[in-house]
């Protein structure tokens, strides 16, 4: 079993920036992908950024620069800078773990809200 623990979220003024965490602890799989995926009701959830832990790292095309996923790999800790954030970041951020094998959905945190205003 693993565990995700996410922090860093918040309301934040347009523009402006916001840096969440998340730590997995358990039985982790290893080499593993982690990654940040958001949701807003009513819509499905969407890939935010992954990082591999090689390091290799996958954003989406909304993400245009703006926000830069990293990882400790000694913590088991996974971080995603968001800068320049617009009203529609608004949604709640969910921390992924997965192994690299495909089709496996991996294990989730409980999100984070993150709120933007305009």
């Known amino acids: 079993q693993v565990q995700l623990a996410e922090s860093g979220g918040g309301l934040v003024q347009a523009g402006g920036s916001l840096l969440l965490s998340c730590a997995a602890s358990?039985?982790?799989?290893?080499?593993?992908?982690m990654g940040w995926y958001r949701q807003v009701p009513g819509k499905q959830r969407e890939l935010v950024a992954t990082?591999?832990?090689?390091?290799?790292?996958n954003y989406a095309d909304f993400v245009e620069g703006r926000f830069t996923i990293s990882r400790d790999n000694a913590k088991n800790t996974v971080y995603l800078q968001m800068n320049s954030l617009k009203p529609e970041d608004t949604a709640v951020y969910y921390c992924?773990?997965?192994?690299?094998?495909?089709?496996?959905?991996?294990?989730w945190g409980q999100g984070t809200q993150v709120t933007i205003s305009s």
């Open positions: 358990g039985s982790i799989f290893r080499p593993n992908v």
């Open positions: 992924n773990v997965k192994p690299y094998t495909p089709g496996v959905a991996g294990y």
């Open positions: 990082i591999t832990s090689a390091g290799t790292k």
